[in-house]
Protein backbone atom coordinates (compact mmCIF):
# COMPACT_ATOMS: atom_id res chain seq x y z
CA UNK A 1 0.00 0.00 0.00
CA UNK A 2 1.18 3.64 -0.92
CA UNK A 3 0.44 7.09 -0.09
CA UNK A 4 0.35 9.95 -1.54
CA UNK A 5 1.97 13.00 0.32
CA UNK A 6 -1.31 15.10 0.85
CA UNK A 7 -2.55 11.82 2.81
CA UNK A 8 1.23 11.61 4.13
CA UNK A 9 0.65 15.17 5.98
CA UNK A 10 -2.44 15.30 6.67
CA UNK A 11 -2.12 11.77 8.53
CA UNK A 12 0.83 13.13 10.48
CA UNK A 13 -0.81 16.46 11.33
CA UNK A 14 -3.89 14.30 12.55
CA UNK A 15 -2.06 12.30 14.49
CA UNK A 16 -0.36 15.31 16.06
CA UNK A 17 -3.34 17.27 17.04
CA UNK A 18 -5.21 14.13 18.55
CA UNK A 19 -1.98 13.32 20.82
CA UNK A 20 -1.73 16.93 21.86
CA UNK A 21 -5.73 16.90 22.41
CA UNK A 22 -5.36 13.34 24.81
CA UNK A 23 -2.79 14.57 26.76
CA UNK A 24 -4.43 18.82 27.40
CA UNK A 25 -7.63 16.81 28.45
CA UNK A 26 -5.58 15.26 31.24
CA UNK A 27 -4.89 18.57 32.27
CA UNK A 28 -7.46 20.92 31.76
CA UNK A 29 -9.23 22.59 33.68
CA UNK A 30 -13.23 23.06 32.73
CA UNK A 31 -14.72 26.49 32.84
CA UNK A 32 -17.68 26.91 34.92
CA UNK A 33 -20.04 29.70 36.84
CA UNK A 34 -17.32 31.43 38.97
CA UNK A 35 -14.22 29.51 37.98
CA UNK A 36 -12.05 30.26 34.74
CA UNK A 37 -10.42 28.18 32.44
CA UNK A 38 -6.55 27.10 32.42
CA UNK A 39 -4.21 28.10 29.47
CA UNK A 40 -4.72 23.89 28.72
CA UNK A 41 -7.98 24.18 28.14
CA UNK A 42 -7.49 26.99 25.94
CA UNK A 43 -5.01 25.19 23.75
CA UNK A 44 -7.40 22.46 23.98
CA UNK A 45 -10.30 24.54 22.15
CA UNK A 46 -7.50 26.15 19.92
CA UNK A 47 -6.00 22.55 18.68
CA UNK A 48 -9.38 21.06 18.46
CA UNK A 49 -11.19 23.91 16.27
CA UNK A 50 -7.84 23.45 14.07
CA UNK A 51 -8.84 19.64 14.03
CA UNK A 52 -12.12 20.16 13.11
CA UNK A 53 -10.68 21.56 9.83
CA UNK A 54 -8.27 19.33 9.34
CA UNK A 55 -10.34 16.49 9.89
CA UNK A 56 -12.92 17.84 7.54
CA UNK A 57 -10.03 18.22 4.99
CA UNK A 58 -8.80 14.96 5.54
CA UNK A 59 -12.60 13.53 5.18
CA UNK A 60 -12.56 15.66 1.68
CA UNK A 61 -9.46 14.43 0.99
CA UNK A 62 -10.26 10.52 1.22
CA UNK A 63 -13.75 10.86 -0.56
CA UNK A 64 -12.06 12.92 -3.65
CA UNK A 65 -9.36 10.28 -3.90
CA UNK A 66 -11.87 7.39 -3.29
CA UNK A 67 -13.94 9.19 -6.28
CA UNK A 68 -10.89 9.30 -8.48
CA UNK A 69 -10.18 6.05 -8.37
CA UNK A 70 -13.34 4.57 -8.69
CA UNK A 71 -12.86 2.22 -5.24
CA UNK A 72 -15.25 3.15 -3.08
CA UNK A 73 -15.01 4.35 0.55
CA UNK A 74 -12.42 2.15 2.26
CA UNK A 75 -12.78 4.21 5.23
CA UNK A 76 -16.43 4.11 5.68
CA UNK A 77 -18.03 0.65 4.26
CA UNK A 78 -21.12 0.02 6.15
CA UNK A 79 -23.23 1.11 3.75
CA UNK A 80 -22.74 -1.36 0.73
CA UNK A 81 -22.80 -4.98 0.84
CA UNK A 82 -19.59 -5.45 -1.46
CA UNK A 83 -17.84 -3.49 0.86
CA UNK A 84 -19.38 -5.54 3.82
CA UNK A 85 -18.38 -8.95 1.96
CA UNK A 86 -14.59 -7.73 1.25
CA UNK A 87 -14.76 -6.90 5.25
CA UNK A 88 -15.93 -10.00 6.26
CA UNK A 89 -13.49 -12.02 4.52
CA UNK A 90 -10.70 -9.93 5.40
CA UNK A 91 -11.73 -10.09 9.19
CA UNK A 92 -11.59 -13.78 8.60
CA UNK A 93 -7.94 -14.09 6.74
CA UNK A 94 -6.84 -11.61 9.43
CA UNK A 95 -8.40 -14.36 12.17
CA UNK A 96 -6.48 -17.27 10.42
CA UNK A 97 -3.35 -15.30 10.45
CA UNK A 98 -3.72 -14.18 13.83
CA UNK A 99 -4.34 -18.17 15.50
CA UNK A 100 -0.92 -18.81 13.75
CA UNK A 101 0.37 -16.01 15.47
CA UNK A 102 1.23 -14.25 12.29
CA UNK A 103 0.26 -10.70 11.24
CA UNK A 104 -1.90 -10.49 8.34
CA UNK A 105 0.18 -10.00 4.54
CA UNK A 106 0.48 -6.03 4.10
CA UNK A 107 0.93 -6.47 0.33
CA UNK A 108 -2.79 -5.22 -0.60
CA UNK A 109 -5.03 -2.99 0.94
CA UNK A 110 -6.88 -4.46 3.99
CA UNK A 111 -10.55 -3.85 4.14
CA UNK A 112 -10.17 -4.18 7.98
CA UNK A 113 -7.93 -1.93 8.66
CA UNK A 114 -9.38 0.79 6.82
CA UNK A 115 -12.94 0.05 8.22
CA UNK A 116 -11.15 0.80 11.66
CA UNK A 117 -8.78 3.65 10.44
CA UNK A 118 -12.35 5.23 9.34
CA UNK A 119 -13.39 4.34 12.81
CA UNK A 120 -10.93 6.65 14.56
CA UNK A 121 -10.91 9.14 11.68
CA UNK A 122 -14.79 9.25 12.73
CA UNK A 123 -14.29 9.25 16.25
CA UNK A 124 -12.16 12.06 16.13
CA UNK A 125 -14.06 14.15 13.65
CA UNK A 126 -17.39 13.65 16.44
CA UNK A 127 -15.06 15.20 19.27
CA UNK A 128 -13.47 17.74 17.02
CA UNK A 129 -16.82 19.17 15.86
CA UNK A 130 -18.92 18.10 19.49
CA UNK A 131 -15.64 20.28 20.95
CA UNK A 132 -15.71 22.94 18.76
CA UNK A 133 -20.06 23.09 19.27
CA UNK A 134 -18.45 23.60 23.06
CA UNK A 135 -16.27 26.18 22.90
CA UNK A 136 -18.52 28.26 20.71
CA UNK A 137 -21.59 27.57 22.85
CA UNK A 138 -19.75 28.13 26.01
CA UNK A 139 -20.67 31.71 27.63
CA UNK A 140 -18.88 34.25 28.78
CA UNK A 141 -19.03 32.85 32.85
CA UNK A 142 -17.89 29.37 31.44
CA UNK A 143 -22.12 28.37 31.46
CA UNK A 144 -22.97 26.01 28.46
CA UNK A 145 -26.27 26.76 27.08
CA UNK A 146 -29.08 23.74 28.18
CA UNK A 147 -29.18 22.60 24.18
CA UNK A 148 -25.47 21.75 24.23
CA UNK A 149 -25.10 20.53 27.50
CA UNK A 150 -25.86 16.60 26.53
CA UNK A 151 -23.10 17.38 24.08
CA UNK A 152 -20.60 17.93 26.72
CA UNK A 153 -21.65 13.93 27.84
CA UNK A 154 -21.04 12.93 24.52
CA UNK A 155 -17.88 14.41 24.10
CA UNK A 156 -16.53 12.64 27.56
CA UNK A 157 -17.75 9.52 26.85
CA UNK A 158 -15.84 9.37 23.18
CA UNK A 159 -12.60 10.09 24.63
CA UNK A 160 -11.82 6.82 26.61
CA UNK A 161 -12.12 5.02 22.65
CA UNK A 162 -9.63 7.87 21.41
CA UNK A 163 -7.46 6.71 23.49
CA UNK A 164 -8.00 3.21 22.92
CA UNK A 165 -7.50 3.68 19.36
CA UNK A 166 -4.30 6.47 19.73
CA UNK A 167 -2.66 3.51 21.80
CA UNK A 168 -3.96 0.43 19.52
CA UNK A 169 -3.08 1.79 16.06
CA UNK A 170 0.71 3.18 16.60
CA UNK A 171 1.11 -0.41 18.08
CA UNK A 172 -0.35 -2.77 15.26
CA UNK A 173 1.66 0.10 12.79
CA UNK A 174 4.75 -0.77 14.97
CA UNK A 175 4.00 -4.27 15.10
CA UNK A 176 3.42 -4.40 11.04
CA UNK A 177 6.86 -2.57 10.78
CA UNK A 178 9.09 -4.73 12.99
CA UNK A 179 6.97 -7.81 10.96
CA UNK A 180 8.30 -6.32 7.51
CA UNK A 181 5.40 -5.05 6.11
CA UNK A 182 7.04 -1.17 6.40
CA UNK A 183 4.03 0.58 7.08
CA UNK A 184 5.72 3.23 8.90
CA UNK A 185 7.96 3.70 6.43
CA UNK A 186 5.50 3.88 3.55
CA UNK A 187 3.09 6.27 5.44
CA UNK A 188 6.37 8.74 7.02
CA UNK A 189 8.40 8.40 3.72
CA UNK A 190 9.32 12.19 2.83
CA UNK A 191 9.69 10.40 -0.99
Known amino acids: MTY ?6 LHLCVAGGVAAQMVTSLLLIHPKPGRLPNAWYEAHEIVGITLAILLTAYWAWVIRRSMVRNEGLALFPWFSGRALTKLRDDAGRTARSLAHRKLPPADEASPLAAAIQGL ?58 IAGHRSLSRMFSLR
Do not use: C, N, S
Not at 4 to 9: A, E, L, W
Not at 141 to 166: F, S, T
Open 4 to 9: DRTTRI
Open 120 to 177: GLLAALFLALTGTTLALGTGPDGGLAPAIRPLKELHEAVGPLMWAYLVAHPLLGLLHQ
